[in-house]
């Protein structure tokens, strides 16, 4: 076994096959050492995600597809994280990669306001109000600033 890891620039240890760890999860995963999740989507992956159904194991790039592919039938990000069982900041994160802007968010983000602001009549704290409706403490504390 040679002293580094086959891949070029790679001074890691071999674990097998001549790769190091890292690259040997990368062969295994995508059938090439310095694959990248981008290479891999299984188009029936993202329709299973798509379907409320996602697989326990997506790549990056099929939740991203799947994610995209939501944003066009139009759901908001707090809709698809729910579809597709990740967070509304991976959502968020994969739209702004993709250079597209939250659709239809106005709606949901004057509704939150004026949940925020009911509750906030009703006397619950700023956590309390942030743990009923699933947003942050700062998020509460913006949107009872602003109004
Ligand atoms: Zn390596």
Do not use: F
Request: aromatic letters at 2%.
């Amino acid at each position: 076994m040679s002293a580094a890891c086959s891949v070029e620039h790679c001074p890691d240890k071999p674990r097998a096959k001549g790769l190091c760890n890292r690259h040997y999860k990368r062969w295994l995963k995508y059938g090439d050492p310095t694959g990248t999740p981008t290479q891999d989507v299984d188009e029936i992956a993202v329709q299973r995600a798509m379907n409320g159904q996602p697989p326990s194991r997506m790549t990056p790039a099929e939740r991203a597809a799947a994610t995209l592919a939501l944003h066009r039938q139009g759901l908001t990000g707090p809709q698809i994280a729910e579809q597709l069982r990740i967070s509304r900041r991976t959502v968020q994160r994969i739209r702004e990669a993709a250079g597209v802007a939250a659709k239809r968010d106005q709606a949901l983000v004057a509704s939150r306001k004026s949940a925020v602001l009911q509750l906030s009549t009703d006397g619950l704290t700023g956590r309390q109000i942030a743990a009923r409706l699933g947003i942050s403490d700062s998020r509460v504390s913006v949107i009872r600033r602003a109004a």
